[in-house]
């Protein structure tokens, strides 16, 4: 149980600093170190998630670090997508589901991973496809397997939206929010309703990771978060093929 504990507060403090990537292990900790079933890690990993991630946006939102706008363009498309990834995971057994997390880990440490980080030209025109595109792709990944995806919502909202990297960070944990509320609602009705899910652990998980994303937002302007992204990029990597190679 320490282990949980501990991976609790890396889920929000990893949130809280870099807006991204910690919430593509509350799966894996619920399911290798509480010993939960995957589909219920994945619906309670929503819960989870969606709490941090709220907190810590509407934190970032009082220091005006959030980018409405691009909120808003994102949302419609990810929130269609988070109901139609729920919808999907029903047609997936939950071993699936955690495979297909693996392969998403993987493209999330090559991204923390890659040299170039996505700058912002504030010169340039937006390209509203490519985010609408992006929100799609982010939210049935969040209805399937129960991650926030700002791995890839941060770099869209710098490159395609041009949005700054402070304010991508803020506006990322919004959209993980509401995306993670429209997944979770999917999964506790209709085809789903019978998934068993324990409010204990995400009040824990919760308030641990509240806590964690405290500690990273504080922590946020006074460290080198190029370097703790590749740090944490390996440490996915290496999570991914621990997944694959217990499931395959």
């Not at 870099?18 to 900790?29: E, Q, R």
């Not at 509480?34 to 709490?51: D, F, P, R, T, Y």
């Not at 941090?52 to 409405?68: M, N």
Request: hydrophobic share 55%.
């Amino acid at each position: 149980m320490i282990g949980a504990i501990v991976g609790a507060l890396l889920v929000g403090g990893t949130l809280g600093l870099l807006g991204s990537g910690g919430s593509i292990l509350t799966v894996p900790l619920l399911v290798y170190l509480v010993g939960h079933e995957e589909k219920s890690a994945i619906v309670e990993s929503l819960a989870i998630v969606g709490i941090i991630s709220l907190f810590s946006g509407l934190r970032r939102s009082l220091a005006k670090d959030v980018d409405w706008h691009a909120v808003l363009a994102f949302l419609p498309t990810s929130m269609v997508g988070a109901v139609g990834g729920t919808w999907l995971a029903q047609w997936l057994t939950g071993r699936t589901q955690l495979v297909l997390l693996a392969l998403l880990m993987l493209a999330a440490s090559w991204s923390m991973l890659r040299a170039k980080t996505p700058k912002s030209q504030k010169d340039a025109h937006a390209n509203k496809w490519l985010v609408l595109v992006a929100g799609l792709f982010v939210g049935i990944a969040t209805g399937v397997v129960g991650i926030g995806g700002g791995f890839l919502i941060v770099p869209t909202l710098v490159a395609a939206a041009r949005v700054d990297m402070q304010k991508a960070i803020g506006s990322s944990l919004l959209i993980i929010s509401m995306n993670c509320v429209v997944g979770l609602a999917g999964y506790t009705i209709g085809e789903h309703a019978d998934v068993t899910i324990n409010w204990g652990v995400i009040a824990l998980f919760g308030a641990l990771g509240i806590a964690g994303s405290l500690v990273g937002q504080a922590l946020s302007k006074r460290i080198d978060r190029a370097r703790l992204k590749k740090i944490f990029g390996v440490f996915v990597l290496l999570m991914a093929l621990g997944i694959i190679a217990s499931r395959l």
